[in-house]
């Protein structure tokens, strides 16, 4: 299994530039997630998704949009890049195993919009 | 809104010395995880504590979960430089939490010889 796979790894924006950052779990995963990391900062969670076709938001959704039409991938749209967008964005998935939502993160993307 | 507040922020230790970092989370909640970052990786996780008086050990890292004062502490034992890098603790709020983690602000742990 490659398991949560990300890309790109880095990305450099202007500020008004559209892009979607990718993300793909093979691990057959109802739960996905995406996060951003600020500088010397935790991960805030962004949007969510419960299986495909469903997904909601998170604490910090303003600026992104996110698609669930499959199990495995769950693509993140930046519509008007903005400098706060300057992040690096990570992409999980998890399952329920008892009462643990057994989380696997990706490599990240490193965003930065100038 | 849950809240979840590490401390200390940073962290410089000599070798062989122990240490506590500590994670306070402001709703009820009884799953928390430990993370541990490298400079530009991702999460690897450490730990996951899943009731009230969980422990867990790991090498020189223990961690422990008390859900009534809403409190886990990671102990770090006679500190090596390997364990340089970046702590976070997470928190899966109370009830159908879908998974979703609230963060704290991170640990930069630095261990010198």
């Known amino acids: 299994n490659a398991g949560v796979t990300q890309t790109p790894k880095f990305r450099i924006l202007k500020i008004g530039q559209s892009m979607t950052l990718q993300c793909t779990q093979d691990?057959?995963?109802?739960?996905m997630y995406w996060y951003r990391q600020d500088p010397g900062m935790g991960l805030k969670l962004i949007y969510y998704?419960?299986?495909?076709?469903?997904?909601d938001k998170g604490e910090v959704p303003n600026g992104y949009n996110v698609s669930r039409s499959t199990t495995e991938d769950f693509p993140l749209r930046l519509e008007l890049a903005a400098p706060s967008q300057t992040s690096v964005y990570f992409c999980?998935?998890?399952?329920?195993?008892?009462?643990?939502?057994?989380?696997?993160f990706g490599p990240g993307t490193r965003l930065t919009v100038t | 809104e849950l809240k979840v507040e590490q401390n200390p922020l940073f962290l410089s230790m000599q070798e062989g010395k122990n240490y506590t970092i500590y994670c306070n989370y402001s709703t009820t909640s009884d799953r928390l995880y430990w993370y541990r970052q490298d400079p530009g990786k991702s999460l690897e996780s450490l730990f996951v504590?899943?009731?009230?008086?969980a422990v867990k050990q790991e090498g020189r890292l223990m961690a422990s979960l008390d859900t009534k004062a809403r409190l886990s502490t990671l102990h770090i034992t006679a500190a090596v430089h390997d364990l340089s890098a970046t702590y976070f603790c997470a928190v899966a709020a109370g009830g159908t939490s879908y998974g979703k983690l609230t963060f704290g602000q991170g640990t930069i742990l630095t261990v010198h010889p």
């Open positions: 999980a998935s998890s399952y329920l195993r008892g009462r643990d939502y057994e989380q696997y």
């Open positions: 998704s419960v299986g495909a076709g469903i997904t």
């Open positions: 691990m057959n995963h109802n739960y």
């Open positions: 504590l899943l009731s009230n008086g």
